[in-house]
């Protein structure tokens, strides 16, 4: 047996057999559930022509058909590789063309687009539909499934990042494995018996990773097919849920409620907050029901790296805290060494849960990962104690509802725009999301807000649709170096959400 997702889940199922794996929705697999039904759809991939290393893409909505695919793909040897179910056909294709996968799955909602996406390639569509009838099916020999190896990748999470460029991060069985040691080692009842609240997609990392990271460790984990912060609050006191990892947005929607006053949280053991800045008095309120919200910093290609510990949670909560057993933080300076305490400069990350890199891209993943470190391209900041403040985004990645969307790819998609001559999109506050897209807009006569939204609905996800649109009547400013000053319309519609009107 190796260090890895395979040998881990199949520990638990011969351990803990009867123990809910996975509830979604109310609807209970237990680990051997979940073993029996996850077995035969991998024996129907094998079946289907999926070899050790092929690629499996989904593009759905989060149900539990979807999860128990996600664990077969890994016991196929396929590698999961999940698509945004809020994706256009022209967003699919590219992420089509990045991972370039074997089979496509797709729920009813998003059949169409997938075929559109497809092309010439629809052969390789499938639905989803057929993952239900399989839990009746006659149960494969052991020897029929695919025998990991801790390096071999698990699943592949796209990410738009800075440039706009879809990539795609890998995650090993030893990154995983490293990556759910780490928490359940340093947090204990993160571990073997206890529970979680996973709000997130499958088509992200806290979806997927947070899947294959508490099956690793014997835990139940309660998703919801759509968040909503009634049944998230519910959930959290009738289950008595022991770990809630999320975005602000999901813990600022539930302290909103009114039932939340009368609340009983007393089972959350580890409560990790990360994607914006916390309201101070947000962590209060968790605090006076005895939960600690644990600031977090991270990324697609780290994970959640690692959350504060004792000695800021309480005192210092704008502080990430000093990495973790297998986790490092450090700062890299202007003169490309490391940054004593106290200099801001690019977080750097080195840890045995680091991605491998990215899929098929040698040269992203050379320039990103380098002499042992994950260069980041996020600003931040050590305190002697070697605590990480997190200061702002090198990259332009806005987090809308725990969600990355990348400033380059709206910025590129409304530069088609007949008559748009300069386009910048920034970060605008938003109750719901947190963060949305806003789109600072200079061009001629044609240029329209129905226009520059009819086309970003055309070609983008929802999510990343600009919620406030500001056209300009002048060029927009500029630095000596003749790039578009966005430190200067930052602070020009600092206040977008009080000066524009929404316009969706």
Request: net charge negative.
């Amino acid at each position: 047996m190796g260090f890895t997702v395979t040998s881990a889940f199949r520990w638990w199922v011969r351990e803990h057999p009867n123990r809910v794996a996975v509830d979604f929705d109310g609807e209970e697999l237990t680990y051997a559930d979940l073993s029996a039904w996850s077995s035969r759809v991998a024996a129907a991939l094998i079946a289907d022509g999926i070899r050790p290393g092929d690629r499996v893409s989904i593009c759905a909505a989060n149900t539990l058909d979807y999860a128990v695919l996600i664990v077969a793909i890994m016991l196929s040897g396929g590698i999961h590789a999940p698509l945004s179910f809020r994706s256009s056909a022209r967003e699919l294709r590219g992420s089509l063309d990045t991972v370039t996968p074997s089979l496509l799955f797709t729920d009813a909602d998003r059949a169409g687009t997938a075929r559109e996406a497809l092309g010439d390639e629809a052969g390789k569509l499938r639905s989803l539909d057929v993952i239900r009838p399989l839990r009746e099916a006659t149960a494969p020999a052991p020897s029929t499934l695919h025998h990991a190896e801790p390096d071999e990748p698990v699943f592949i999470i796209g990410t738009s990042g800075s440039t706009g460029t879809p990539k795609g991060v890998v995650y090993s069985h030893r990154s995983i494995m490293t990556y759910a040691a780490e928490f359940a080692i340093m947090e204990p009842r993160t571990g073997n018996g206890g529970s979680i609240l996973a709000a997130g997609p499958y088509s992200s990392t806290s979806g997927t990773l947070l899947l294959m990271q508490f099956l690793s460790v014997g835990n139940t984990i309660y998703t919801q097919s759509r968040f909503t912060p009634e049944l998230a609050l519910k959930l959290l006191q009738e289950k008595k849920i022991t770990t809630f990892l999320a975005s602000t947005i999901f813990f600022e929607r539930i302290a909103a409620l009114p039932e939340f006053a009368a609340a009983d949280l007393s089972t959350i053991a580890f409560a990790q907050i990360s994607g914006a800045r916390v309201n101070p008095a947000i962590l209060q309120a968790y605090r006076e029901k005895g939960v600690v919200l644990r600031p977090a910093y991270g990324c697609t290609e780290a994970g959640g790296a690692w959350a504060a510990r004792d000695e800021t949670a309480f005192s210092e909560p704008e502080k990430c805290g000093p990495g973790a057993i297998f986790t490092e933080f450090a700062i890299r300076g202007e003169d490309g060494g490391f940054a004593p305490a106290g200099t801001a400069g690019e977080i750097l990350i080195r840890s045995g849960a680091l991605s491998q890199g990215y899929w098929n891209n040698p040269q992203a993943t050379a320039e990103t990962f380098r002499d042992g470190w994950l260069h980041t391209g996020d600003k931040g900041v050590l305190d002697e104690r070697g605590n990480l403040t997190f200061i702002d985004r090198i990259k332009d990645i806005i987090i809308s509802g725990g969600l990355n969307i990348s400033a380059m790819e709206v910025e590129s998609v409304i530069a088609e725009v007949p008559g748009v001559e300069e386009v910048v999109v920034l970060s605008a506050q938003d109750d719901q999301f947190g963060e949305t897209p806003l789109a600072v807009v200079h061009g001629d006569a044609r240029v329209t807000i129905d226009a520059i939204i009819a086309h970003c609905n055309a070609h983008l996800a929802n999510y990343k649709v600009p919620r406030y649109v500001a056209i300009e009547p002048e060029p927009l400013p500029r630095m000596a170096s003749g790039k578009i000053s966005k430190v200067i319309l930052r602070e020009k519609f600092k206040d977008a959400a009080g000066m524009l009107p929404k316009v969706r």
